[in-house]
């Protein structure tokens, strides 16, 4: 049997991929890595881009992460990504939806903030309404 | 029956504020399951960073950062995470109440302190507190993400780098089941790590591309990573917490209305009776 490597994918939102494996590629920001079983310990810190599982025996799998960091154990392989979707999900619409979203959430905060400062002014406003109601009352009286 | 009016409006009252604290406690339940899945997914990123952090100590780096070494401690820097909502029983409340007990022992050693705050909560009680406080985030929502968090504690770290503070600490509610939530503070930088002395033998691992700037980058993730589970995991009380405060708002105006019933019905009781021994009392007259 082939020699085989432990590899994990975590990101901070979930966990991606727990497995063996043949061999690991991922891109560092210095260039394309290949990670062999007992290959020596390392770290690197990883740009965005592909990460392939080779499973052996034609089994290949690949996930996008938008950066993080590669560790490398003899026996263990775990990449610490950022933020990391399938690699098969992965397409402009759910991109652009994902931006816009955000864009959305971003002016949805404004709108929040805007409304809490609307609010201070109107309890402001209603206070000075009353001291000047008793204020009448009080020369009427 | 002027008194048996005023009970009647009361119980309608309290009918409705008890409607609006069920339909909470039910909100509550159902992001409380979420809350608790989104915590759950946290853990194999913060136990995969530990596992890294633990072969680093284990390792002899050439490069050792500024963020694993202790100094003198002058200034102190708590990151706070509090809920963004009230009701929410004394969640909040318990977390400042066991903040300032630890303030008032680092105000007595003359260390001063610098805050981080997390939800608007927290933002409001250190307000009228006081403090220096020199950054905060807030409206997280439901599903709090982790850029979202990148730039408050990016202000701690590099406060820390530029030796402003000397030591970092969370401040969170720890979430142990739905119905126990524990304020807890720890230590975040500098990284509290044993250092082994009687090791097997002398490694370290290659960098790429150099020690210092992944190292860096590495424990910067590891900080954000624990601030992130601290967040998610109060997200989790807050949510559990307000469905046991909205449950027992829910019973207890359950109680009130029964307990107003019974007046009502008394009162209504004593009207009649004295209607018709007046009438009685008038036929006897004639």
């Known amino acids: 049997m082939a020699m085989t490597i432990h590899v994990d994918i975590v990101s901070a939102e979930g966990e991606i991929y727990s497995g063996l494996a043949e061999m690991v590629y991922a891109s560092s920001v210095m260039g394309e890595l290949g990670i062999a079983p007992r290959h020596a310990p390392l770290l690197a810190q990883l740009k965005p881009s592909e990460v392939r599982v080779d499973e052996g025996s ?12 590669l560790e490398v154990q003899p026996h263990l392989v775990t990449v610490l990504a950022d933020t990391a979707v399938r690699a098969a999900d992965l397409d402009e619409a759910a991109a652009m939806e994902a931006k816009r979203r955000a864009e959305e959430m971003l002016a949805g905060q404004q709108a929040d903030f805007e409304y809490a400062r609307a609010q201070a002014e109107l309890s402001e406003a209603v206070a000075q309404l009353r001291a000047i109601d008793r204020l009448r009352k009080v020369k009427q009286g | 029956m002027a008194g048996a009016k005023e009970i009647r ?20 339940a159902a992001k409380m399951r979420k809350a608790q899945q989104r915590m759950l997914a946290t853990r194999p990123y913060a136990e995969k960073m530990r596992s890294v952090i633990g072969h680093l100590q284990l390792a002899h780096p050439e ?12 200034r102190i820097g708590y990151i706070i995470v509090s809920s963004d909502r009230g009701l929410c029983g004394g969640l909040n409340s318990n977390l400042f109440r066991h903040l300032m007990r630890e303030l008032k022992e680092h105000r007595n050693q003359d260390h001063e302190i610098d805050f981080c705050i997390i939800g608007t909560k927290a933002l409001a009680f250190f307000r009228r507190f006081g403090g220096r406080v020199i950054a905060h985030a807030t409206h997280l929502g439901d599903a709090p993400h982790i850029e979202d968090l990148i730039g408050t504690v990016k202000v701690m770290l590099n406060a820390f780098e530029s030796g402003e503070i000397d030591r970092v600490y969370v401040a969170y509610n720890r979430f142990v089941n739905t119905m126990t939530q524990t304020p807890s503070v720890e230590q975040l930088v500098p990284i509290a790590g044993e250092q082994d002395e009687k090791l097997k033998h002398h490694w370290d691992y290659i960098y790429e591309p150099d020690s210092k700037e992944v190292l860096d980058t590495l424990l910067t993730r590891y900080i954000e990573a624990l601030v992130y589970q601290s967040v998610v995991e109060n997200g989790a009380c807050e949510q559990s917490a307000r469905m046991v405060a909205m449950k027992s708002a829910t019973d207890n105006a359950g109680g009130l209305i029964d307990e107003l019933q019974l007046i009502y019905n008394k009162a209504r009781q004593a009207a009649i009776t004295q209607e018709i021994s007046e009438i009685v009392s008038g036929a006897a007259a004639v």
């Open chain 2, 9 to 28: 409006t009361q119980i309608a009252s309290i009918q409705n504020t008890q409607k609006i604290t069920s339909a909470m406690e039910m909100v509550a």
């Open chain 2, 63 to 74: 490069y050792r950062a500024a963020i694993m070494r202790e100094r003198e401690v002058r």
């Open chain 1, 58 to 69: 034609g089994g290949m799998k690949s996930f996008y992460i938008s950066g993080g960091i």
